[in-house]
């Protein structure tokens, strides 16, 4: 008979007579496994939702996780508690992020790095759009200018997110770029390598602004306020 699956075999030898060995095999049942993909993006709160429903965990990841949960594939026992999901997730975000993370960095930056790598992710999907708006946000935050992002305020805003109001830019809020200056307070999101690698490769241009194009989801960028407003009434068919 087939023996079931096991986690560790346990084999017992003995003699019989006439000194003929012979082996006994102990096995245990293997507990059930599941595979999990994470999507760049995901927030600790859509993290904890997908865990659960795989039967993963049975509490929830603590929010100070966000943007350190690195979105790939895993497989989890399940159940599995809540500290050896977050081990699990913490070694694959050192293997796969903070070796891409310039030597020296401190803490402190690491968390800088990724909070702009949260936003980028969920502004823009092409690489090397990526670049230019880290590009852009950098010119920014050195001139004290406002990022002005959408994805910000949908961190805070219930869903839909989508249309943004101008009373949604009023929200009073550390996370409402619109209104205040500087980066959030901490990543919004979990980004993938590539947000992070754009992060750390902006690109130099004369732009300022930039939209998305909803129809062909490209970044529609600008150098002046004025042609940036054009733009919103062109694409987006409203105005700033």
């Not at 019989?16 to 507990?31: D, E, K, N, R, S």
């Not at 550390?174 to 993938?192: C, K, R």
């Not at 490209?218 to 919103?232: A, G, M, Y």
Request: proline share 9%; hydrophobic share 35%.
């Amino acid at each position: 008979m087939r023996p079931p699956s096991l986690i560790s075999p346990l084999i017992i030898l003995g003699i019989l007579g006439g000194g003929v060995l012979f082996a006994y095999i102990l096995t245990y049942p293997q507990a059930p496994k599941v595979v999990v993909t994470i999507r760049e993006g995901a927030t600790v709160n859509d993290i904890n939702k997908l865990l659960r429903e795989k039967g993963v965990l049975t509490e929830d990841l603590p929010q100070d996780l966000e943007g350190y949960l690195f979105p790939d594939t895993y497989e989890f026992f399940v159940p599995s508690d809540a500290e050896t999901v977050k081990a699990k997730f913490g070694e694959n975000f050192n293997k796969k992020v903070r070796t891409i993370i310039p030597a020296g960095s401190s803490e402190e930056d690491l968390k800088e790095i990724l909070t702009k790598a949260s936003l980028i992710e969920k502004e823009v999907p092409d690489f090397s759009e990526r670049k230019i708006v880290a590009g852009i946000m950098m010119k920014r935050l050195e001139n004290n200018i406002p990022l002005q992002l959408d994805a910000s305020l949908c961190y805070e805003k219930d869903p839909p997110c989508f249309p943004i109001t101008r009373s949604d830019k009023k929200l009073s809020s550390p996370f409402n770029t619109y209104l205040y200056s500087g980066l959030p307070p901490h990543p919004i999101s979990n980004p993938g390598v590539d947000a992070v690698l754009a992060v750390l490769n902006p690109v130099a241009t004369p732009y300022w602004f930039y939209i998305s194009d909803p129809e062909s989801k490209k970044t529609i960028f600008s150098r002046t306020l004025d042609e940036h407003n054009n733009n919103i009434v062109k694409y987006l068919n409203t105005t700033n």
